[in-house]
């Protein structure tokens, strides 16, 4: 709800909700929006999505949704992480000298670290993938 903005111009002002407007005149305004709403979220359903419960706690109402967490091993992000360092890294090597004048050849150290870490990181990912893959009653994805 905005009051006295752009957007209540552009309803003409019919549909815009005043300071002094009563709990009757707020929903007789906002009654399209509410409509065009629900009309928007049973076409959702209607395209596979998961059904969205509200709860309320306290004042406050929270949509949730029963959905499955994604199965995501990490591998594809560490590799691109690593490969982003190692990239930067090689990068900064023709300007080490000028690094080193202004005290700054720790950038190129955090470069390397962070390759270091990114391909332990890769390893461990793998590892955790495959293990999880070989574990009984698990769908293994193609």
């Not at 019919?14 to 906002?30: C, M, N, Q, Y």
């Given at each position: 709800m905005t009051k006295g903005g752009a957007?209540?111009?552009s309803d003409g002002g019919d549909s815009a909700v005043r300071e002094?407007?009563?709990p009757d005149t707020i929903e007789r305004k906002?009654?399209?929006r509410e409509s065009a709403r629900r009309e928007r979220s049973a076409r959702r359903h209607e395209l596979g999505r998961p059904e969205v419960t509200e709860l309320e706690i306290g004042?406050?109402?929270h949509r949730v949704a029963e959905v499955e967490p994604m199965d995501v091993d990490g591998?594809?992000?560490m590799t691109v992480g690593t490969i982003a360092w190692g990239v930067l890294a090689v990068a900064m090597l023709p300007f080490l000298g000028t690094l080193d004048k202004l005290d700054r050849t720790?950038?190129?150290w955090t470069?390397?670290?962070g390759l270091g870490l990114g391909l332990i990181g890769i390893e461990y990912c793998r590892r955790r993938r495959n293990a999880l893959h070989m574990r009984p009653g698990r769908r293994?994805?193609?």
């Amino acid at each position: 709800m905005t009051k006295g903005g752009a957007d209540d111009r552009s309803d003409g002002g019919d549909s815009a909700v005043r300071e002094g407007d009563g709990p009757d005149t707020i929903e007789r305004k906002l009654g399209h929006r509410e409509s065009a709403r629900r009309e928007r979220s049973a076409r959702r359903h209607e395209l596979g999505r998961p059904e969205v419960t509200e709860l309320e706690i306290g004042s406050t109402t929270h949509r949730v949704a029963e959905v499955e967490p994604m199965d995501v091993d990490g591998v594809r992000t560490m590799t691109v992480g690593t490969i982003a360092w190692g990239v930067l890294a090689v990068a900064m090597l023709p300007f080490l000298g000028t690094l080193d004048k202004l005290d700054r050849t720790w950038w190129v150290w955090t470069a390397v670290a962070g390759l270091g870490l990114g391909l332990i990181g890769i390893e461990y990912c793998r590892r955790r993938r495959n293990a999880l893959h070989m574990r009984p009653g698990r769908r293994k994805k193609g």
